[in-house]
């Protein structure tokens, strides 16, 4: 199951693959992983805060609703842990990912300068 994700990650972040390995550390970490054919999500829910690590679909499944889906069951567990607020952290120029994001109603509440080799970072978050 973790190499699956990890080939999905690949194919995802292609300038920044994680190992199975990587997968495997996150868990033991406390990370949640939902994972389908097409798709992955790691989150992490501390107290009554919970924050998207990683989540991505596999090119050839995109725009299908499986982001969406995925954010959905992240949102719903995390909330059931006692998470009242989720948060991420997307670069400015991901347009896909921010459309997402706004799609599924979160808003943005703080940037991180140059954070990705130079590029702005925005902190987002949404009401649990
Ligand atoms: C961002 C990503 C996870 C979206 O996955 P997805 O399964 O295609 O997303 P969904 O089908 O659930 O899209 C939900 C909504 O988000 C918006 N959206 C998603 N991709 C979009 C795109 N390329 N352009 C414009 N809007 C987009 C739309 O509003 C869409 O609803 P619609 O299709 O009914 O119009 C996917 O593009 C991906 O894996 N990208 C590479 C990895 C990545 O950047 N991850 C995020 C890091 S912060």
Redesign the pocket.
């Known amino acids: 199951m973790l190499n699956k994700i990890a080939t999905l990650h690949a194919l995802?972040?292609p300038r920044n693959p994680w190992s199975a390995d990587e997968f495997a550390n996150l868990k033991n970490q406390g990370c949640e992983i939902i994972a389908s054919q097409n798709?992955f999500i790691v989150y992490r829910t501390t107290i009554d805060e919970s924050e998207i690590i990683?989540?991505?679909?596999a090119p050839d499944?995109?725009?299908?609703?499986?982001?969406?889906?995925m954010l959905a069951l992240a949102e719903r567990d995390a909330k059931s842990h006692g998470a009242k607020k989720m948060f991420?952290?997307?670069?400015i120029t991901?347009?896909?990912?921010r459309?997402?994001y706004e799609?599924a109603g979160y808003t943005a509440v703080g940037t991180r300068p140059k954070y990705y080799n130079g590029i702005d970072g925005i902190i987002m978050s949404k009401d649990l």
């Open positions: 995802c972040f798709g990683t989540i991505g679909v499944a995109r725009r299908g609703g499986v982001a969406s889906a991420l952290e997307v670069e991901n347009a896909p990912a459309a997402l799609s």
